[in-house]
């Protein structure tokens, strides 16, 4: 198996991290795995915020749903990043969508976001995809401006605890041949 294959096999969500600073080294390599994500026509519609301030912190903690598994990840990781997305020019050809699905730019993003945890992970810091916030809020205390949606929030820390992992479906579960 390849180095790929097993960080893509051992990644986990986690939510509970020690209490230890991620390095601008680090950071900046998953930052460099962000910049080489693939996006609609190479639009890069992804921006990053990296926040490390604990008022930060708690404002964005205070924007999540009742009872998220990932509140106290928000103000407990090193780093938090907010994944946001340029609205309009992902899936877009001349100003207007060509997709059924409209603007493309939440698939973009997953793929940045991904690019983000595995590299993460690849590093030894680990993470945890949190979507369940008011995003409104959050780009308020953000100071997102028009144009743009907070999409995501990704926080980041040295595991305290790696839990095994979830049972997944076989491929032959979810995999066709030439029809559904």
Known sequence: ???????IRQRRSIRRYEEKAISDE???QILE???????WTNCQCWEVIVIKDASVKEK??????????????ITNASVLLALCGKLGVSGFY?????????DWFMFDLGL???????????????TVIVGLFDHDKAKEVLNV??????????????PAKISAAPKRREIAEFTHYERF
């Open 112 to 126: 940045a976001t991904q690019n983000i945890c595995l590299r993460a992970h690849d590093l030894g810091i680990g």
């Open 60 to 73: 964005l903690q205070a924007t999540l749903a009742p009872k998220n598994p990932a509140t106290k990840a």
């Open 26 to 28: 680090a950071i900046q």
């Open 33 to 39: 795995a962000v910049q080489w994500a693939p996006s």
């Open 1 to 7: 198996m390849s180095d790929l294959a097993e960080i």
């Open 145 to 158: 401006p028009a144009g743009y949606d907070v999409v995501a929030l990704i926080p980041m820390g040295y």
């Open 94 to 102: 001349d100003n207007k969508p060509t997709t059924k699905f409209g």
